[in-house]
C-alpha cells in the first residue's frame, strides 16, 4: 500500500493535455519535501522526467510541467505524443518514527487514444 | 555518461540470501555529492527504496525490510552491494541500483537497467 497515491490511469488523444495527480500527507509532500517524477517505458528503467517539484532536467522538453501545493503534486504532459505513453511514478520522502525514508507513488500508466 | 550495472543470481532459494553488486562507471562511488541505492520493483507493490549508501559508509534503510537489508561499498572498485537476508517469495522482484543526486534535491538520476531476481525452490 503506497503512501503516495496516483490515479492508476489517464488518457487523451495526441496534442491533448493529461495531468496526474500526485497525493500524499503531512508525512511527505505535505511536510514540504520535494516531489520528483519519472517515467518508464516497458522493459525498462524509471527515468528522472521532473525533480525538485518543477525543474526539468536537460533534454525533457517542456512539454512537461509539474507543481506542488499542500499535500499534492500533479504532473502535465501538454501536446500529448504517441511516445508518451508509458507509466508515470511520483516520488517523495516519508517520516515515520523509524526515520525518514523514499516512497513512490503506485504509478499512473498513460494511454494516448 | 554514467552507467550502473547490475549483477548477480537471478534465483534464490526461499530463507536464502539474496546478493546482488552494482558496478558504476563514468561516474565516481567516491564522490561526496551522491549516494547509492537499491530499489526494487514488483507487480503488486511497484517500487519499494530498499536502501542506500554513501561513500563515507552512512547507511539508510526502509524500515518496512525490518533489518534483512545491509548495503555495502568498495569504492575502490567502483562498485556497491545489497545482501537481503531470509528471502521468501515475497521478495521476487526486478532490483534496481540507483544514484542519487544530494546536489538536485536528492533525486535518483541515473538507474542501472535492472535484474529480476526470483525467490522460488
Known amino acids: 500500500q503506497s503512501v503516495l497515491t496516483q490515479p492508476p490511469s489517464a488518457s487523451g488523444a495526441p496534442g491533448q493535455r493529461v495531468t496526474i495527480s500526485c497525493t500524499g500527507s503531512s508525512s511527505n509532500i505535505g511536510a514540504n519535501y520535494d516531489v520528483h517524477w519519472y517515467r518508464q517505458l516497458p522493459g525498462t528503467a524509471p527515468k528522472l522526467l521532473i525533480y525538485g517539484n518543477t525543474n526539468r532536467p536537460s533534454g525533457v522538453p517542456d512539454r512537461f510541467s509539474a507543481s506542488r501545493s499542500g499535500t499534492s503534486a500533479s504532473l502535465a504532459i501538454t501536446g500529448l505524443q504517441a511516445e508518451d505513453e508509458a507509466d508515470y511514478y511520483c516520488?517523495?520522502?516519508?517520516?515515520?518514527?523509524?526515520?525518514?525514508?523514499?516512497?513512490f507513488g503506485p504509478g499512473t500508466k498513460v494511454t494516448v487514444l | 555518461q554514467v552507467h550502473l550495472q547490475e549483477s548477480g543470481p537471478g534465483l534464490v532459494k526461499p530463507s536464502q540470501t539474496l546478493s546482488l553488486t552494482c558496478t558504476v562507471s563514468?561516474?565516481?562511488?567516491?564522490?561526496?555529492?551522491?549516494?547509492w541505492n537499491w530499489i526494487r520493483q514488483t507487480a503488486g507493490e511497484g517500487l519499494e527504496w530498499i536502501g542506500r549508501i554513501h561513500t563515507t559508509k552512512s547507511t539508510n534503510y526502509n524500515p518496512s525490510l525490518k533489518s534483512r537489508a545491509t548495503i555495502s561499498i568498495e569504492t575502490s572498485k567502483s562498485h556497491f552491494s545489497l545482501n537481503l537476508t531470509s528471502v521468501t517469495a515475497a521478495d521476487t522482484a526486478i532490483y534496481f541500483c540507483?544514484?542519487?543526486?544530494?546536489?538536485?534535491?536528492?533525486?535518483?538520476?541515473?538507474w542501472g537497467q535492472g535484474i529480476l531476481v526470483t525467490v522460488s525452490s
Open positions: 516520488q517523495s520522502y516519508d517520516s515515520t518514527l523509524s526515520g525518514l525514508h523514499y516512497v
Open positions: 540507483a544514484r542519487e543526486d544530494g546536489l538536485r534535491g536528492f533525486v535518483f538520476d541515473y
Open positions: 563514468g561516474g565516481s562511488t567516491s564522490s561526496t555529492d551522491h549516494y
